[in-house]
């Protein structure tokens, strides 16, 4: 070994030995190795003057990956999801098979570009819910408003009972609400078929019914179930279930149109998707 090679060893030696009875001497944070303390228990369930629930707050689902997938999933992309379907019991969305087709044509890279909300456009109902992004809940005698983070909103009423024509169609359809007890009941009709139900194209259409149910647990959590019937899509109705739970904070604004860098890579691979295909048929 040269000379100055043991030299630089000797100083590196002697620096270890210094940090390690530094750090020896150093006062142990005995606070910071103490157990954390239990949150306390949540309290009970707020109250409206008139006695219902109060919904009003920031709140985020438990959503359990259902943006990418209602059925149990383990992609890596994502980090899986637990599956939200509780009903059938299997867990199972149960496609017709034309629909079935048209979910795993969506999951094609290439198609990509054609969920709306790649173009800014609202999640529409229920997919707002599980989106992984806080919403706002207002709440007056009268009305229950949703404020989603991407600068869309959709308004619950509940002074009527009668849905818009049927001639009317809207991304997010017109929601009726109804007090079941404690529970906010709220049936959705006029939907015009085009949101899909997460990134990976689960189906729905004009046809559906959706009815969910908002029961709170206690003053820091919703019980959340969703049932959909449609049957141009669907063989029986399907219910899933998801918590929504209070949050800290409060509503930031999203631009998505400033957020979106990735629309054009979208359209690149639709678009080399079709020129592909054309050069296939032309042979």
Same mark, same amino acid.
């Given at each position: 070994?040269?000379?100055? %090679?043991?030299?630089?060893?000797?100083?590196?030696?002697?620096?270890?030995?210094?940090?390690?009875?530094?750090?020896?001497?150093?006062?142990?944070?005995?606070? =910071?190795?103490?157990?954390?303390?239990?949150?306390?228990?949540?309290?009970?369930?707020?109250?409206?003057?008139?006695?219902?629930?109060?919904?009003?707050?920031?709140?985020?689902?438990?959503?359990?990956?259902?943006?990418?997938?209602?059925?149990?999933?383990?992609?890596?992309?994502?980090?899986?999801?637990?599956?939200?379907?509780?009903?059938?019991?299997?867990?199972?969305?149960?496609?017709?098979?034309? =629909?079935?087709?048209?979910?795993?044509?969506?999951?094609?890279?290439?198609?990509?570009?054609?969920?709306?909300?790649?173009?800014?456009?609202?999640?529409?109902?229920?997919?707002? %819910?599980?989106?992984?992004?806080?919403?706002?809940?207002?709440?007056?005698?009268?009305?229950?408003?949703?404020?989603?983070?991407?600068?869309?909103?959709?308004?619950?009423?509940?002074?009527?009972?009668?849905?818009?024509?049927?001639?009317?169609?809207?991304?997010?359809?017109?929601?009726?609400?109804?007090?079941?007890?404690?529970?906010?009941?709220?049936?959705?009709?006029?939907?015009?078929?085009?949101?899909?139900?997460?990134?990976?194209?689960?189906?729905?259409?004009?046809?559906?019914?959706?009815?969910?149910?908002?029961?709170?647990?206690?003053?820091?959590?919703?019980?959340?179930?969703?049932?959909?019937?449609?049957?141009?899509?669907?063989?029986?109705?399907?219910?899933?279930?998801?918590?929504?739970?209070?949050?800290?904070?409060?509503?930031?604004?999203?631009?998505?149109?400033?957020?979106?860098?990735?629309?054009?890579?979208?359209?690149?691979?639709?678009?080399?998707?079709? =020129?592909?295909?054309?050069?296939?048929?032309?042979?």
């Amino acid at each position: 070994m040269s000379d100055s %090679l043991m030299t630089i060893t000797r100083v590196l030696s002697r620096t270890l030995v210094a940090a390690s009875m530094l750090v020896s001497l150093l006062p142990i944070d005995v606070a =910071a190795q103490a157990p954390v303390a239990p949150a306390p228990p949540p309290g009970p369930v707020a109250r409206m003057p008139d006695g219902k629930p109060d919904l009003n707050g920031f709140f985020q689902s438990d959503h359990g990956g259902a943006n990418w997938g209602l059925e149990p999933h383990k992609e890596a992309f994502t980090g899986g999801g637990r599956g939200v379907i509780i009903d059938p019991p299997d867990g199972k969305l149960p496609y017709q098979p034309w =629909a079935r087709e048209e979910k795993a044509s969506r999951a094609r890279p290439e198609r990509g570009y054609d969920d709306p909300t790649a173009h800014c456009i609202v999640a529409g109902v229920p997919r707002s %819910l599980w989106v992984p992004a806080p919403v706002h809940i207002f709440q007056t005698p009268d009305h229950v408003v949703f404020l989603h983070e991407r600068m869309s909103w959709r308004t619950v009423y509940l002074n009527r009972k009668t849905h818009l024509p049927d001639t009317i169609r809207l991304w997010q359809g017109d929601s009726i609400g109804r007090w079941e007890g404690d529970t906010l009941v709220v049936e959705t009709k006029n939907l015009n078929g085009k949101p899909w139900l997460n990134e990976v194209g689960d189906v729905i259409s004009h046809t559906a019914t959706i009815v969910e149910r908002f029961t709170p647990v206690n003053a820091n959590r919703i019980d959340y179930q969703v049932t959909v019937t449609d049957p141009s899509v669907y063989t029986r109705p399907w219910t899933a279930q998801i918590p929504i739970n209070r949050q800290p904070g409060e509503m930031l604004e999203v631009a998505c149109l400033e957020d979106n860098q990735d629309l054009k890579h979208l359209k690149e691979v639709r678009d080399e998707a079709r =020129a592909k295909a054309a050069a296939e048929g032309a042979k």
